[in-house]
């Protein structure tokens, strides 16, 4: 009786354990792994068994989470006590995932029902990887001497944008280079961004551009088509110039559209599942951090003003200067 008594409020009561086989998965590849579930010291009903897959992503100022799916693996059994169940565990992940980063996480969350007791659960994260051909362009740049940046793989709402600074090859001549990509069935297809060392303002260079799955699948042969790119990307600035000034306006100089956001344009980037599940909450975020700056940005302006016209002895905004008694 105490026995039971103590399992109803969790102590000794059965538990549940999943166990992944690999603790990484590419996108549109199958995870698999073992559900070990134990019994406790009595017998306990098992109402359900199931598993949620979710997807969480961290921005400046709060976490997003969401179920991508639910996992049903068992309907109402009994577990004796002490006794050992391992049930198989596999899930197909969708091929329009993003890919796993500082600010993109996925994990496994176990659900045991169990009756007239404490449920039980456990937490299993999961590195969703790159598809290979994207995985051989990001390494086919750091060929090229570019570094992926610590804040890349971001997701703004739209896309993952992936960053890379430049250490040897075009430094002093490059600040930055960015791509979003879209998975094709014979390829690759990437929006790449150049971004220009200039004066007084940030120059973008951007070309839509499709690499072949021969081209793809070998990391030198594709470091050398990227190089050819980039390269004529810098020699004909004129072809894929967007300039964007202190504020941030776009001005387009190319014959090409790429939608109100950055990226917004590009379609099937990769990441479209979160674009429906949580775009709309991380676009509101990000537009009311815009929003934010540009009025911290007047009102920096407005200080200077105001502090110059002080030290001529008046206040611009409280009718003026004092230029003392009229004679």
């Known amino acids: 009786m105490f026995k ?41 009903k098992i109402n359900r068994l199931d598993v949620d897959f979710m997807l969480s992503i961290r921005t400046k100022q709060k ?56 449920d039980s659960g456990d937490r299993d994260y999961l590195h969703v990887l790159m598809p290979h051909y994207l995985a051989n362009t990001v390494e086919a740049l750091r060929l090229l001497g570019l570094m992926e940046k ?40 990437l929006l790449l961004e150049v971004d220009l060392y200039s004066f007084g303002r940030e120059t973008e260079l951007r070309r839509d551009v499709y690499i072949p799955a021969e081209t793809a699948d070998h990391v030198q042969e594709l470091a050398e088509h990227l190089r050819g790119m980039i390269d004529g990307m810098i020699e004909n600035p004129q072809m894929y110039m967007h300039v964007r000034d202190y504020f941030g306006r776009g001005h387009h100089h190319d014959y090409q559209s790429y939608g109100a956001n950055r990226y917004g344009g590009f379609a099937g980037a990769l990441g479209g599942l ?16 815009f929003m934010e700056d540009a009025l911290g940005e007047i009102g920096d ?26 004679e």
């Open 63 to 118: 976490e997003y989470v969401h179920r991508i799916a639910t996992i049903p693996m068992s309907g109402a059994f009994v577990i004796g006590a002490s006794e050992r169940k391992v049930l198989p565990f596999s899930f197909a992940l969708s091929p329009d995932l993003l890919v796993s980063a500082p600010s993109v996480a996925y994990y496994f969350t176990t659900h045991l029902d169990i009756a007239g007791g404490v």
């Open 150 to 189: 610590p804040n890349s793989r971001k997701f703004d709402g739209y896309t993952q944008q992936f960053e890379f600074a430049p250490t040897t090859m075009w430094r002093g001549q490059i600040e930055e280079v960015e791509f979003v990509a879209a998975m094709e069935p014979d390829g690759i297809r």
């Open 4 to 44: 039971k008594f103590m399992a109803k409020i969790g102590i000794g009561s059965a538990k549940v354990n999943l166990v992944l086989h690999k603790d990484g998965c590419e996108m549109g590849q199958t995870v698999t792994g073992d559900l070990m579930i134990e019994g406790g010291s009595v017998e306990q």
């Open 274 to 289: 979160a674009v429906g599940m949580l775009g709309g909450m991380i676009l509101s975020e990000i537009m009311g951090d």
């Open 301 to 326: 302006i407005g200080q200077e003003i105001e502090s110059a016209a002080e030290d001529f002895g008046g206040d611009l905004f409280d009718g003026g200067f004092d230029f003392g008694d009229d």
